[in-house]
């Protein structure tokens, strides 16, 4: 996409919708084989097993994050502007840096994991019991800031469809690994399930992205020297930023873990899993396909400002009637995907629910910044952001237990939704259009009224209130979605229905 060949405002719905159909059936795969990865973990590990997998999670994404030097993040900007520039020689090149600095980062990161092993584990556990663990976590280390570097040039060209088939494949195979190895060595096999998975979608990720440049030109270290310093540049913002966000979170679960104990740290693991599963693909379609359209547009405020409004409008139409059913059957989507066990979860699954709704109002208007190259900005907001949820946790789980950290979850996006916007404001002159502002005055009061219900009604009551608005909601964004396609896109899915009815 350029400047001088913009499409139409039915087209980039159309492209949105499809993007976000090719990503989201790939989600609808990996929640498939999650069910039934996610069950099998808790009936063999237990609340306790599940936590302790979260908490050795995040340790691997704080180290992937300060490993990766955000190289990947940066790499998706670099690659976006080499291809919207048609220039396939700076392609090539900026690919070629971007995998060797992928490698060199992921052996430095994975040593330095291994190296500080003792003290991680003495932070975490509050002794050195698990400091053999989070070594061979080291492993893990490596093969994600590999696979990463490998994502972001298949995501900087666009390649949603190979994106899909990389997540459908990880899935597919990091299920068939790990489940057998914990149900021969139990707890101890969670580790190298851990490292497995991040083994399997290296392999997936080194497949496609050689299908796009396996034999690249030759390259003078000069001009690698260029690529790899513009690569760093703005990856050490990226790195900073992933650094906040999964230390944030690794804080948070040391919180849980400390007041609560092992068992609510599980309960937490559960319900952030759940939670972020339907508005995990929205999301992630958002960074594939979405970033990279808006980065090609960002000198034109103009442009920026519609796609932003564009992107938001698919995002809440898609993923309101989702959460929504997601806050009313919390009981039954626990059980489902976990057990029993973890019904001490569903409260703080609502919550989270209500900062998933939040969180995808806000979500597509932080990419102006990121798209604007806005480096400062980008960093302070991580930075404000983190002692905000950090806080809100602290305070939270100490007054009210586990679910605490769901109101932190909450009243973070409250504030982060506020100042993003106002920010967006002054960068670009952003304002969301008539009908954005129409789907948030629908979605947040109804999402706010179906919580209420569940603290204020009995249970059956209050389901039926959800099961309501999630129904008016979902025909109101059906429709909605079939009034913005373009004809064209409409004939395609008449064709689809007819094929397949």
Known sequence: MTLRMRPAAGQTYTQILKSTALMGGSSLVNVALGIIRNKAMAVLLGPEGVGLMGLYTSIVDM???????????????????????????????????????????????????AVLALPISSLTFGDHQHAGAIALLSLAVFFRVVAAGQTALIQGLRGVGNL?????????????????????????AIVPSVVAIAAVATLATWHYSRQLYANPPPMPLTRLGEETATLLRLGVVFMASGLLTFGAAY????????????????????AWAIGGLYAGFILQAMGTDFYPRLTATADDNVECNRLVNEQAEISMLLAGPGLLATLTLAPLMMSLFYSSEFGGAVDLLRWICLGMMLRIVAWPMGFIVLAK?????????????????????????STYGTQGAGMAFFGLYVWHGVLIYLIVRRLTGFRFSAANRRHVLLFLPASGAVFVS?????????????????????IYSL????????????????????RFA
């Open 373 to 397: 190259n806005a480096r400062a900005i980008f960093f302070w907001t991580e930075v404000a952001a983190t002692l905000v949820h950090v806080g809100l946790a602290w305070l939270f789980v």
């Open 164 to 188: 899909a088939r990389i997540n459908v494949l990880t899935a597919l195979l990091g299920t068939v690994v790990s489940i057998p190895l914990v149900y021969v060595f139990g707890a101890e």
């Open 454 to 474: 569940f603290l204020v009604l009995p249970l059956w009551p209050a389901i039926a209130i959800g099961c309501l608005a999630t129904a008016l909601c979902g």
């Open 251 to 270: 804080a948070i679960r040391l919180i849980v873990l400390r007041q609560e104990g092992v068992l609510a740290a599980g309960l937490y693991q559960a």
């Open 63 to 113: 180290a992937q994050a300060v490993a990766g030097l955000g190289a990947s993040g940066s790499g998706v900007r670099q690659i976006a502007e080499a291809a919207g520039s048609g220039d396939d020689e700076r392609i090539a090149h900026s690919a070629t840096a971007l995998r060797r600095l992928s490698t060199i980062l992921g052996l430095l990161g994975a040593l330095s994991l």
């Open 479 to 498: 429709r909605m979605l079939l009034g913005i396609l373009p004809p064209a896109s409409m004939a395609v899915i008449r064709g689809w229905i007819t």
